[in-house]
């Protein structure tokens, strides 16, 4: 059963220093305000898993939670770099980074092949690129009856999950709906999970016997943080903070404005300013 | 009516995208191609996001492969691993619209880093989807701006195969697919050469010369026997065009919380 808690307090019991740790949100539902908690606690030599690293993992890496990130795309969607994440690889600051890099299909068949308990995943990719050269996870293998050649990965399995959704129900079962992503299989390929939630309510109030429930015990805990997905956004809930994804631009390209930004909206406040954020987008 | 390179080498791609086609859309310039085409010759075009949206009909342009406004105007949107192994590696997109970095003469594509991959001058976004899209959709369509940092002799890293190094490898891996069969730059259409591959010019825009297409090209260009010089966008074109940016600009022109 999930337990209810505070997310400063699931933070600190569920995300260890050496952890490897998956915030997943495909650009919808990201799970920011757990990101920031995680800062906030200051954890050291993370192994980052996420498929698009977003602003979410360039704040990590800057504020030095990171020994090593897995990953298939990162970059700022529609605007550019991602600068804090370029500035680790390119001039090892605040501290070097080891890339596992990935495409978006090699990174969702880890995660199914995580969630589905196998060893590896198998798919048509990755022929004729020089990614397998500088990424020993990627090899190839052939189809025991068709002799076709197919790249394999080893499957996802982090020490922790985080995802944000829409809402629980007071037993724990989580909603979520709309670009669900690769949430489901990120939470059940992992030892365990967190997730931030809109609100709780008696009955989640499924519109279709197909919505994506998560039963309450295959999450370890939930926190309720309103707005939890701010500057990404949750569907019927508040609209994507494109601005802010636009003037993130600005103030990560520069070390002094982001550890300016950082301290005033991250390091100096608490999961409740999610609130008021995401309110001016709804 | 008066337009942009931009505004050319956009209309041109959009020209590309049928009525019936399946596109798999990057964001940037083929999301602007691809709901351009929606809008005018092509109104029955599905446009697919990575994200999940499968026939998204957006109003205004998103800015990121997953605003909500894809879903709520898709038809149905699947979660990302389903997307990516029954909807692309299962065959179901006819068209791939992709761009890069770097692009070479056999229209293989580097998006991943300028400069050594350990140690790089620029690190960039990296594969993102591309490397299975050209693998698995129909064809490939590029739209690049032309010039002679993007179009080059050698990539600094092979992310997505195009037809290979030398032109061949493509064939001679088993890929079944076309690969890329047209490339549009805001100077030129370039389609392969038949056999050897090679992306060579094949019509010009209006007003440009062989010499321009020539000084912005980092190889030594070839042209086809018969250049064709691009239709200029319509009225009708350039307007659907403007109204769509314009509208989008607005859109996402909302105050930032937290900045």
């Known amino acids: 059963m999930a337990l209810f808690q505070q997310l400063p307090a699931a933070v600190s019991s569920l995300v260890h220093d050496g952890d490897s740790v998956a915030l997943e949100g495909f650009t919808h539902l990201i799970p920011f305000a757990a990101g920031h908690e995680i800062i906030r606690q200051g954890r050291r030599n993370l192994t980052l898993i996420r498929m698009t690293p977003d602003l979410i993992y360039d704040q990590m890496i800057g504020s030095?939670?990171?020994?090593?990130?897995?990953?298939?795309?990162?970059?700022?969607?529609?605007?550019?770099?991602?600068?804090?994440?370029?500035?680790?690889?390119?001039?090892g600051w605040p501290n070097p980074i080891e890339?596992?890099?990935?495409?978006?299909?090699?990174?969702?068949?880890?995660?199914?092949?995580?969630?589905?308990?196998?060893?590896?995943?198998?798919?048509?990719?990755?022929?004729?690129?020089?990614?397998?050269?500088?990424n020993p996870n990627i090899r190839f293998l052939d189809c025991p009856f068709t002799g076709q050649r197919l790249a394999c990965v080893p499957a996802h399995r982090p020490d922790v999950a985080i995802i944000h959704a829409q809402r629980a129900d007071r037993a724990g079962n989580v909603l979520l709906e709309g670009i669900v992503g690769i949430q489901k299989e990120a939470i059940l390929s992992a030892k365990r999970s967190l997730v931030t939630v809109e609100e709780v309510v008696d009955d989640l109030g499924t519109t279709s016997p197909n919505t994506v429930v998560l039963p309450s015990w295959t999450i370890t805990a939930i926190a309720v943080v309103p707005g939890g997905a701010h500057p990404s956004y949750a569907h019927g809930y508040y609209s994507r903070d494109n601005s802010f994804y636009v003037a993130w631009d600005d103030i990560a390209k520069d070390r002094e404005s982001f550890a300016v930004w950082m301290r005033q909206h991250v390091l100096e406040v608490g999961p409740d300013v999610f609130g008021e954020r995401a309110a001016l987008c709804e | 009516m008066n337009y942009t390179a931009t505004e050319i080498m956009t209309i041109g791609a959009a020209r590309a995208l049928g009525n019936n086609d399946v596109c798999f859309v990057g964001i940037g310039l083929p999301s602007v191609a691809c709901n351009l085409a929606r809008r005018t010759h092509a109104p029955g075009v599905t446009l697919v996001y990575e994200s999940g949206t499968i026939a998204a009909k957006p109003s205004v342009l998103p800015l990121s492969i997953g605003d909500g406004e894809l879903c709520e105007t898709a038809l149905t949107t699947v979660p990302v691993p389903e997307m990516f192994r029954y909807w692309l590696q299962g065959g179901r997109i006819t068209v791939g619209f992709l761009g890069g970095a770097q692009v070479d003469r056999f229209g293989n594509l580097n998006s991943t880093v300028i400069g050594d991959y350990r140690k790089p001058k620029v690190r960039l976004p990296g594969a993102g989807g591309a490397t299975e899209i050209a693998n698995c959709c129909g064809r490939i369509f590029m739209i690049m701006r032309h010039h002679a940092r993007a179009m080059v002799e050698n990539l600094d890293f092979l992310t997505t195969l195009g037809h290979g190094p030398t032109g061949q490898e493509r064939r001679q891996l088993g890929i079944l697919t076309a690969?890329?069969?047209?490339?549009?730059?805001?100077?030129?259409?370039?389609?392969?050469?038949?056999?050897?591959?090679?992306?060579?010019?094949t019509a010009l825009h209006p007003g440009?010369?062989?010499?321009?297409?020539?000084?912005?090209?980092?190889?030594?260009?070839?042209?086809?026997?018969?250049?064709?010089?691009?239709?200029?966008?319509?009225?009708?074109?350039?307007?659907?065009?403007?109204?769509l940016n314009a509208s989008t600009e607005r859109a996402h022109a909302g105050r930032a919380a937290a900045v």
């Open chain 1, 64 to 91: 030095g939670c990171a020994r090593k990130l897995v990953f298939s795309w990162g970059g700022n969607p529609g605007v550019g770099s991602l600068h804090r994440l370029r500035d680790a690889i390119e001039h």
């Open chain 1, 99 to 134: 890339i596992e890099e990935h495409s978006h299909s090699a990174m969702a068949h880890a995660y199914s092949a995580g969630a589905a308990g196998m060893p590896s995943a198998f798919f048509r990719g990755y022929l004729g690129t020089e990614l397998p050269a500088v």
């Open chain 2, 179 to 201: 690969g890329p069969v047209l490339l549009v730059t805001d100077l030129c259409m370039m389609q392969p050469e038949p056999d050897t591959n090679e992306f060579i010019v």
């Open chain 2, 208 to 243: 440009v010369s062989r010499e321009q297409v020539c000084q912005n090209t980092g190889w030594a260009v070839r042209f086809a026997d018969a250049v064709r010089e691009t239709e200029p966008p319509s009225e009708q074109e350039l307007e659907a065009l403007r109204d």
